[in-house]
């Protein structure tokens, strides 16, 4: 049984940091991409950043220059550091992790930026 927990989410005020973590357990072989997801209230989900198992990294222009992915293939896991915030950032943010034969999710941890 493959589990994916995330971590880290709060609230936070506008221009404040935020540092999300997601640990993948069970049993798994080779962890390709590695991703954050996230959804708005009231919106669709959408890619936050990617992170290749060699730590290539594509990010949404939205969050370019203030979020920053990052991952350890030994322990499993996937970080996702968020700088600078902004009220759009609220949303539930989920990891995704990408294997040979299927994708697995986490179950997401609300961000909220607000005054």
């Known amino acids: 049984q493959v589990q994916l927990v995330e971590s880290g989410g709060g609230f936070v005020q506008p221009g404040g940091s935020l540092r999300l973590s997601c640990v993948v357990s069970g049993s798994i072989f080779i962890i390709y991409n590695m991703d954050w997801y996230r959804q708005p209230p009231g919106k669709e989900r959408e890619l936050v950043a990617t992170?290749?198992?060699?730590?290539?990294?594509v990010y949404a222009d939205s969050v370019k220059g203030r979020f920053t992915i990052s991952r350890d293939n030994a322990k499993n896991t996937v970080d996702l550091q968020m700088k600078t915030l902004k009220p759009e950032d609220t949303a539930v943010y989920y990891c995704?992790?990408?294997?040979?034969?299927?994708?697995?999710w986490g179950e997401g941890t609300l961000v909220t930026v607000s005054s």
């Open positions: 995704r992790a990408v294997t040979a034969i299927r994708a697995y």
């Open positions: 992170i290749t198992r060699s730590g290539n990294t």
